[in-house]
């Protein structure tokens, strides 16, 4: 079965510099997430998209930007990295009409802010 | 805000015994899910089981089985036959929503974590 493709998967950048980390959801799911997981940390909740609009916002840092698009791929932009912003950035995708609204995690992006 | 607390930061059991990861959650909402997540060492997050707040009944999933105490805010993983690859950080999860309302696009809390290591 297809699953979340994220892109890239690594990804390496110094300090100040912008990345943008990509996200294609599941075939027919509506739905993305994003979330980031430091070392040694539980994953936590950054931003998520339904339907192109921004449904729930966590403690997603103002450098950051995240939109869905028409093809319900979604993007993220992170601007003036800190070595703080190095984390593994999950996205996941769900059905919104499809309770109990399971997500389903992509494999990651490992950013690496040096 | 609600709030996940996974006790146990690190388990080791025998191959083939049984283990149970403890978490609690505290929270206002009435309506909520609540998730198993195992993240092995390839970092990939995978779903093991989820828990509808409105259901009584518990959820299995073949070797995997939660006890739901919604009163006492409790959601404990039962692990039967554990296996090798069952070696994993296993995650709890929370998410507000439920039959009759919304949530679809909610984000999930998790909880700190236990290290499971399944030992031959």
């Known amino acids: 079965a297809a699953g979340v493709i994220q892109s890239p998967r690594h990804l390496i950048k110094e300090k100040r510099e912008t990345a943008t980390l990509k996200c294609y959801p599941i075939p027919r799911h509506d739905t993305v997430y994003w979330y980031q997981q430091g070392p040694g940390q539980d994953p936590q909740f950054l931003i998520s998209f339904y339907e192109k609009m921004q449904s729930d916002k966590g403690s997603i840092p103002d450098r950051f930007s995240a939109q869905q698009f028409s093809d319900y791929h979604s993007e993220l932009n992170m601007s003036s990295l800190e070595l703080g912003d190095s984390a593994l950035y999950f996205c996941a995708s769900s059905l919104e009409g499809q309770k109990p609204y399971e997500q389903y995690f992509g494999p990651g992006t490992r950013l690496t802010v040096t | 805000a609600q709030t996940v607390t996974q006790s146990q930061p690190e388990m080791s059991v025998q191959e083939a015994e049984t283990v149970t990861l403890s978490c609690t959650y505290d929270t206002s909402e009435n309506n909520y899910y609540l998730f198993w997540y195992k993240q092995p060492p390839s970092r990939q997050m995978i779903l093991v089981i989820r828990?509808?707040?409105?259901?009584?009944q518990n959820a299995t999933e073949n070797r995997f089985s939660v006890n739901f105490q919604k009163a006492a805010k409790s959601f404990s993983l039962k692990i039967s036959d554990s296996q090798l690859g069952d070696t994993a950080m296993y995650f709890c999860a929370f998410m507000k929503g439920g039959m009759y309302s919304g949530g679809g696009a909610d984000g999930l809390t998790f909880g700190k974590g236990t290290h499971l290591i399944i030992q031959p």
């Open positions: 828990q509808e707040a409105y259901k009584q």
